[in-house]
């Protein structure tokens, strides 16, 4: 079982900078998907910004060269930095962790509780 905390959203200017946190309690960090996600007033929830244990990234097109996932092994933190921040990146962002097998079959799906990001003048 994992459990994830997560903070840091706010209000910024267009073009300003947040970074996210996502704290994640448990075991199964050896081999696992963390990844961002974002959800808009009346849109669906998409994916963002995802890192595997071994350091592989996957972006959306929408933020590559903006956003940055990282992640902190010894505080088991996982991390998003947002810089030139725009208006559409408005949204309730989420963690998420998958776990995964050792073929890579996912075994656990584990959700934050989502934090606020507001981009406007």
């Known amino acids: 079982q994992v459990q994830l905390v997560e903070f840091g959203g706010g209000l910024v200017q267009p073009g300003g900078s947040l970074r996210l946190s996502c704290a994640a309690s448990?075991?199964?960090?050896?081999?696992?998907?963390m990844g961002w996600y974002r959800q808009a007033p009346g849109k669906e929830r998409e994916l963002v910004a995802a890192?595997?244990?071994?350091?592989?990234?996957n972006y959306a097109d929408s933020v590559k060269g903006r956003f940055t996932i990282s992640r902190d092994n010894a505080k088991n933190t996982v991390y998003l930095q947002m810089n030139s921040l725009k208006p559409e990146d408005t949204a309730v962002y989420y963690c998420?962790?998958?776990?995964?097998?050792?073929?890579?079959?996912?075994?656990?799906?584990?959700w934050g509780q989502g934090t606020r990001v507001t981009v406007s003048s």
């Open positions: 998420n962790v998958k776990t995964r097998d050792t073929i890579g079959s996912i075994t656990g799906n584990y």
């Open positions: 448990g075991s199964g960090f050896t081999n696992v998907i």
């Open positions: 890192l595997t244990s071994g350091g592989s990234t």
